[in-house]
């Protein structure tokens, strides 16, 4: 919910297979659901809050991969192709979960589970 929705065609325009959190299920849903439904149906979430990663952290989850920004200003004209180009260099660690961070300088790849159980 933290990101424009103009991002679905966008992404969809990229070849990726896109849907806002708002047509899917509640905006006042927790970040547990979120990530449960993402996981469950084999999607990603594509993120400006930080909390993803950190749910990750804590649960120590294998999936699904999160993609979060690190910039103020997160509208796909400032961002898009910085994004496109990373969901291409990092296809194969996200198809096997990752944590990845987007910024317009670099991309940082974290491979799941963040933690040892």
Not at 9 to 25: F, K, M, Q, S, T
Not at 80 to 85: E, F, I, P, R, S
Not at 102 to 115: A, E, G, H, K, S
Request: aromatic share 6%.
């Amino acid at each position: 919910m933290n990101l424009s929705p103009d991002w679905v065609p966008l992404l969809a325009g990229g070849g990726h297979e896109a849907l806002h959190w708002r047509d899917i299920g509640a905006a006042s849903a927790p970040d547990t659901e979120i990530m449960a439904w993402a996981r469950d149906h084999g999607h990603v979430v594509f993120t400006h809050d930080l909390d993803f990663g950190a749910l990750l952290h804590a649960t120590g989850a294998v999936a699904p991969s999160v993609i979060q920004f690190r910039e103020k200003d997160v509208r796909p004209e400032s961002l898009g192709t910085q994004a496109l180009l990373s969901l291409v260099q990092a296809r194969d660690e996200i198809e096997r979960g990752a944590l990845i961070t987007i910024d317009l300088r670099r991309m940082r790849i974290t491979c799941l589970p963040l933690r040892q159980r």
